[in-house]
């Protein structure tokens, strides 16, 4: 007799059962799905990290426009809330005034500058200038002058007492030009916009194809009419671009009013945001200031707007095609020359001129001018005072701490963020994109103003320290490093790190062993951007400078006003060179990198 074990199969679920399985598996699915991944918990996290680094400050100051300040606090049970803000500011003949004088300042910088970097553009790239490469290199060196020192330096050469600009207009002309006034305040912002107008039109006037130029010089059209006509047409884009970004950096500049403003009592909106929140005597007007800070806002956003709208429509503007694409240099016949020397007198103006005359104050025991007395005089001791000055340490210390701070917080954040962007395709990417980006629509002072009211509210012990400056710079500068890490990110292949998952990596072994390595170039180039930013501002640090944490920006402001000549040109080399030294530091770091 012989035993068998048979397997009887179960029969198939037919029916109810197996429409219930089906639902449960899908339930399943769909749990797993809304389980928050590694990346997705990332995501969420450094999101939520920019709301709060930026709508949090900015929506406390939206609520002390509501509210009666004199005696507490926004939101405090001793501040009340009042209409009175809103009328007193929008209601004033004073306030529409102040926009006048703005718009002006703003305006007359952009013609100046505008003029002058459209033709130092087309010289260096459209024609044959002698040494145009030499001319790019010295016209980029003067964009990393701080522009504070820049409008100190010009201060000193315009000074009416004893600036060699203004002996010179005397002896030659019989008159001395007043430089504590708007004219002269549009001068000194005018040449400040130039280097960074230039670098923002330049690359399209090397990009542009030439055919249609010489159609037009074929069909008897002058060379001005050609300019006129076809060249600066295609050029909207850029100019327009170039522009709005120098007309927002205009109305957010304070150190330009403030030297050659004040003086002269020639007031702006962001000067009044300032003197509103920290006034000389009297009590903060915090409602008022953010009042005068959300006029400031609208004139920075209404211009963007009106650039997207321009360009939606870029490609009416494309000139570089797949037919026979080629630059060419025009000649400049018999104006070469004099072009050349054009451009020398405008470089002359905007990087030696001013160094050489914040030297010449800093070997110098008082200022009084340029003369042969003024040879004899010549000694090294404020050199000698200032570097080896304890207060002076400090100050230096706390300036590279917050830019060193500053420039780590907001590359990590930046490029963590850049990567969920780049990697993720949910919605909560395309808000985070636009969250990191939303700071550049806001002027420096109005975020000085947003995280000064916000820390003084909230009791976490941040006010009065430097980590205020520090958080209020991460802020600022996140637009600018997320253009630079965004980009870097989406260079590098997906399968890199597909690759290190499969192999069992984490998410930490892909970010440090894989995407690290590969980005080192693009973090420290934004470093970098972020660093001098950092301890070139004044917008900041003169909302939230404190006793024991100053910067050297404000240092060197405090010195002017109070007439130490050759201690704040002393400062303002230390300046120069720190921020020489570190973009030395980094091309050297970028070049070991590439070989």
């Known amino acids: 007799m012989t035993s068998t074990s048979e397997r009887v199969d179960d029969p198939p679920v037919t029916g109810p059962r197996r429409r219930s399985r089906q639902a449960d598996s899908q339930r399943a699915a ?5 389980l928050p991944s590694s990346r997705g918990v990332l995501g969420l996290v450094v999101t939520l990290t920019v709301v709060y680094l930026v ?10 426009i509501f509210q009666n300040t004199e005696r507490g606090l926004p939101l405090s049970e001793n501040a009340t809330w009042t209409l009175d803000n809103i009328t007193s500011v929008y209601a004033s003949g004073r306030t529409w005034d102040l926009l006048l004088t703005t718009l002006t300042f703003a305006l007359g910088s ?8 459209l033709a130092l553009a087309w010289l260096t790239e459209r024609t044959n200038l002698p040494f145009p490469r030499v001319f790019f290199v010295l016209i980029v060196a003067s964009a990393g002058v701080p522009g504070l ?13 004893a600036g060699p600009i203004s002996d010179f207009t005397t002896w030659a002309f019989g008159w001395a030009f007043n430089p504590w006034s708007l004219l002269g305040m549009v001068l000194v912002q005018g040449l400040h916009l130039i280097p960074v107008m230039y670098l923002l039109i330049s690359a399209t006037f090397k990009g542009l194809n030439p055919a249609l130029e010489e159609a037009a010089s074929a069909s008897g059209a002058t060379t001005w009419m050609t300019m006129r006509r076809i060249t600066l047409p295609l050029l909207t884009p850029a100019i327009v671009g170039a522009f709005i970004y120098s007309f927002v950096a205009t109305v957010d ?20 945001v300032w003197l509103e929140a920290d006034p000389a005597g009297g009590i903060p007007q915090y409602g008022l200031s953010s009042s005068y800070g959300l006029l400031l806002i609208a004139m920075s956003l209404i211009p963007l707007v009106a650039y997207n709208r321009i360009i939606r429509k870029s490609s009416r503007y494309a000139t570089v095609t797949g037919k026979g694409y080629r630059p060419r240099r025009l000649s400049l016949g018999a104006w070469r020359w004099p072009a050349f020397v054009l451009m020398g007198a405008v470089l002359l103006m905007q990087l030696i001129l001013p160094m050489l005359m914040l030297f010449w ?29 304890p207060f002076v340490h400090d100050v230096l210390i ?5 830019g060193l701070l500053a420039g780590l917080g907001t590359i990590v954040l930046t490029a963590l963020g850049s990567w969920y962007v780049v990697r993720s395709r949910t919605r909560l990417a395309g808000w985070l994109d636009f969250l990191m980006f939303f700071p550049h629509m806001l002027p420096g002072i109005v975020i000085g103003l947003a995280v000064l009211l916000v820390y003084l509210i909230l009791p976490i012990g941040v006010y009065g320290t430097m980590w205020i400056l520090v958080i209020a710079f991460v802020m600022k500068n996140m637009p600018l490093a997320s253009r630079v890490t965004t980009p870097g990110v989406a260079q590098i292949s997906v399968t890199l790190e597909e690759a290190a998952s499969v192999s069992g990596g984490s998410l930490r072994h892909v970010l440090f062993r894989v995407l690290l390595p590969l980005l080192k170039g693009v973090l420290a180039n934004g470093y970098l951007l972020v660093f001098m930013g950092a301890i070139q501002n004044l917008s900041l640090p003169l909302m939230l400078n404190s006793v024991g944490n100053e910067m050297i920006s404000t240092q060197l402001l405090t010195k002017y006003d109070s007439g130490q000549a050759k201690s704040m040109a002393v400062l303002s080399l230390v300046l120069v060179l720190m921020t020489t030294i570190l973009a030395t530091v980094v091309k050297v770091f970028d070049k070991q990198k590439a070989s």
Do not use: C, H
Not at 55 to 64: R, T
Not at 110 to 117: C, H, I, K, Q
Not at 149 to 161: D, K, M, Y
Not at 364 to 387: C, H, K, S, T, V
């Open 30 to 34: 769909r749990v797993v799905r809304w």
């Open 361 to 389: 104050a800093s070997i110098q025991p008082f200022y009084g001018g340029i003369n042969q007395d003024a040879f004899d005089r010549i000694n090294f001791d404020a050199w000698r005072n200032e570097l080896l000055s």
């Open 149 to 161: 020192v820049s409008t100190i330096a010009w201060g000193v050469l315009l000074n009416p007492a």
């Open 398 to 402: 706390t300036t590279l701490k917050v």
């Open 253 to 272: 500049s304070v150190d330009v009013p403030l030297i050659f403003g004040l003086p002269g009592d020639v007031d702006v909106l962001a000067i009044r």
């Open 110 to 117: 952009l013609a100046v500058a505008g003029f002058l970097a």
């Open 55 to 64: 709508f949090g400050p900015l929506l406390i100051m939206l609520v002390a």
